[in-house]
Every structure is written in C-alpha cells, then in structure tokens.
C-alpha cells in the first residue's frame, strides 16, 4: 500500500480521538446486542446438546450404578441357593421318614432270617396282638353279643328268683321271647337297654376287629410256602400302618371323650382294601348270633392292600393322578365310620395331618428316634344320614346327637427309596414299581 495514501487515511479517522470516551462503551452494547440476538439460537442447539450428551449420559450412569452388581452379591446369592437346598433335602428327608416306620416282625424282610415257618405263626401274632393293642388305645369296645346279654339277662333273672321255665331259649334283641308273659319282656328289654347303655358309657367308640381287614386273614392263616407268606407279610404290613393312621386319627378326633356319648366318631364300620369295601359294613343282621363272621369271598385273601400302578388297581381313578414310580409307592383303601354330622371336617382334616412314629432302624435294635409322617389324601368322600332306629343300630346307643355316615376312599402314600432296602424280592419281581 502506498505511504502517503495510508497516511492520509489515518488523518481521517483522526475524529475519533475526539470520541475515544464512547468506544468501549460502544462496543459493549454491540456485543450485548450480539448476544442477545444469538444466544436463542445457540441455546436451543446447546440444549439439545447438553441433553442428548450430558444428561442422558448421566441418566445411564445412574442406571448403571443401581442395577450394579454389588461386590457382595455372590455370597447373598450363595446363601440363598443353600437355603433352597436345604430345603429341598429337608423335604426329601421328611418324605424318606415317612417310610420309616416299625415292623411287626424284624426277621421276615428283606428275605426270612431263619427257614422255619414258625417266623410267620409269629408275625401273625404280632399283627393281631397290635391291632388289639391299638383297640385298647383308643379305648375300643364293641356292642354286646346276644350271648353276652342272654347271660346277663339269666343271670338277673336268677337272683331274682324269675323262673325261666317255659321261656322259649330264642333270643332276640327288644322282641321279647315267645312263651313268656309280656311283664317279664319288659323287664327283659330293659335289662338289655341297661346292659348296652353301660357298654356306650365304658367305650369311647365302637369297633370290632373283625371289621378291620386282615384281622380275620391272620386269625386263619396257614402257611402254603416262603414266598407266598413273605409276600402277604409285606402287603399286610402295609395294611397295619394305615390302620395304624386310622385308629390315632379317631384318639384324635375324640381327645377328651370317654364314652361314645359324648365321643364324635361313634363307630368305626371298617377299613377295607377292595373296591366293594362299603357292601361291608357291619351290621347285626350280617353276623352270627354269637360272634362276628365274616365272608371268605373278598373279604379275605383278596381284600389285602396292594399297590397301584395304573386306574384299574385302584379303588377310583386318583384325583391326584400318582401312581407308583421309582418316586412314590401308592395304596388305595376305604374307610367308614358313624360319626356326629358336625364334626365331618374335623375327622376329615384329622385323617389327613401330619402324624408321629417311632423308629428303630430296620434292625429293631438302633437308638429310637421320633419321625413325622403325613401320607393319607382323600379321594371321594360320600356322606349319608343314619336311622337309628333300625335293626342293626339296635344294640348300639350313640347318644342324642345326629349322625352320618361316612365313607372315604383314600390315598396312601410311601417313600419307596426309604424302604426299598427291606423290600423283598418277590414283591420287586412281581410288579413294576421301584427298586
């Protein structure tokens, strides 16, 4: 550029000495006007800035420092996963108790620990032996016999010094004997009334164990070789637990009642393992004037638990769809009792409670231990109003309240790992449940 045209330019911008005091100010309000004109449309930019970058960054940062794994994790996660554990091994171990129960006989399973026959004759007093001592438990009588009250009736009429001459010898409950004057009926029927009334007042509940299937079978037991007696030994032993179940579920439904007047359960009918079990029930009329019979039909060998391995073995088709597995082994039996209307639910719930039993060990010789056991499932239920004016309910005084009767079919369940070390060959053989 040419000097002195450059000087003369500067010469004309001399004027602003004169005006150098309102420069800067000047130049401070262009820049607040600047400012003020650019800043709406940096801002909008740098707001979508800050938040796509910033605050969603920090927004994952937050995200991230929640969901973090804390260092500790892994030892709640282990604790955790061991209480599942223990858990599942606590429930496996009370369901392997369950099949840990007492034997009748500790020298029959898995195989006979002597050759003899007499083991068996044993066994078999050793189930009636236990039956009857369950009877006593829950204080269990039975109506008396025709006999017993013609004996009474005798008796009385001995010290009495009433002559039985031409009385006829027929006895028959409330109906009076032919040949004799209607005064001395009366005085007859209530000898009888009194003699039953006292029975009711000295029992807590009716049973006989005739009604109880297999009490009979054992009673005429005869051995017809090792691996058919061994084979009814197991299924019988099967039987006698769930009796066993039946009889503590009566003690407790009827805690506190010393008579069958004021029990709940008045009577049990009976605990059968065939499907015609409710055909049974025990009445006067099915029996001998003098004892308890029972048919050899179904009602002996044949009413025998026994497992079920698919719907035809069963009693009904299982609500519960369980049959035997290398799991579970399952029996189905009936039960019928004469119990008070209201107390239904409660001997139902009962029934199907948890239960104690002790254990010996397989051995019969090891330190006694206290088990839980908790196997029975009620699969049909029937309920039906009782007349007690009827023949076979004659010799019975239940008291002044309403009565059912109730039938159940029933599930029964065991453990077969818990037991399967004393199952025989002969059952394991004849059957494709475990083992």
Same mark, same amino acid.
């Given at each position: 550029m040419d000097m002195p045209k450059f000087k003369v330019s500067l010469e004309g911008l001399s004027f602003l000495k004169s005006y150098s005091s309102l420069l800067w100010?000047?130049?401070i309000v262009l820049s607040a006007v600047i400012f003020l004109v650019l800043s709406p449309l940096m801002g909008g930019k740098l707001e979508k800035r800050i938040s796509k970058e910033s605050i969603s960054a920090g927004k994952e940062v937050k995200y991230r420092n929640e969901e973090a794994v804390s260092a500790r994790q892994s030892d709640e996660e282990k604790k955790y996963q061991d209480a599942y554990e223990n858990d599942a091994n606590q429930i496996a171990a009370l369901a392997r108790q369950s099949s840990l129960r007492e034997l009748?006989?500790?020298?029959?399973f898995p195989e006979p620990k002597e050759t003899s026959s007499l083991i068996f004759d044993e066994y078999r007093e050793h189930f009636l032996g236990g039956i009857d001592e369950l009877l006593v438990n829950v204080n269990a009588k039975d109506c008396p016999t025709d006999a017993e009250l013609e004996r009474a009736v005798s008796s009385l009429s001995?010290?009495?010094?009433?002559?039985?001459?031409?009385?006829s010898r027929s006895f028959s409950l409330f109906g009076g004997r032919r040949g004799s004057s209607s005064q001395l009926n009366e005085v007859d029927d209530m000898i009888v009334l009194e003699l039953c009334r006292a029975r009711a007042e000295s029992a807590s509940v009716y049973v006989n164990p005739s009604d109880l299937s297999g009490y009979e079978f054992w009673k005429a037991f005869e051995y017809t070789g090792m691996d058919k007696a061994v084979e009814e030994c197991w299924y019988w032993q099967l039987g006698y637990w769930i009796i066993e179940d039946v009889i503590d579920t009566i003690v407790a439904t009827n805690s506190g009642s010393e008579s069958v007047l004021t029990s709940a359960v008045k009577?049990?009918?009976?605990? %059968? @393992?065939?499907? !015609?079990?409710? %055909? @049974?029930?025990? !009445?006067?009329s099915s029996r001998s004037r003098n004892r308890r019979t029972v048919g050899t039909g179904v009602r002996g060998a044949a009413d025998r638990p026994s497992y079920v391995l698919s719907n035809g073995d069963g009693l009904t088709e299982p609500c519960t769809g369980r049959f035997c597995s290398d799991e579970i082994d399952v029996v189905h039996f009936n039960l019928s009792v004469l119990i008070r209307t209201k107390e239904v639910p409660l001997f139902m719930q009962q029934l199907c409670s948890s239960k104690e039993h002790k254990f010996k060990g397989f051995s019969g010789d090891e330190p006694e231990q206290t088990f839980a056991h908790n196997q029975i499932t009620i699969l049909e239920c029937d309920i039906?109003?009782?007349?007690?004016?009827?023949?076979?309910?004659k010799p019975y005084v239940y008291g002044e309240d309403a009565l059912v009767k109730l039938d159940l079919t029933c599930e029964y369940i065991f453990d077969s790992k818990g037991y399967d070390e004393i199952k025989p060959e002969v059952i394991k053989g004849t059957s494709t449940i475990s083992g």
């Open positions: 100010p000047v130049i009748l006989s500790y020298k029959i001995a010290m009495s010094g009433q002559t039985r001459r031409g009385r009577r049990l009918l009976n605990v %059968s @393992f065939v499907k !015609s079990a409710r %055909s @049974f029930t025990s !009445s006067r039906s109003p009782v007349d007690q004016s009827k023949d076979e309910h």
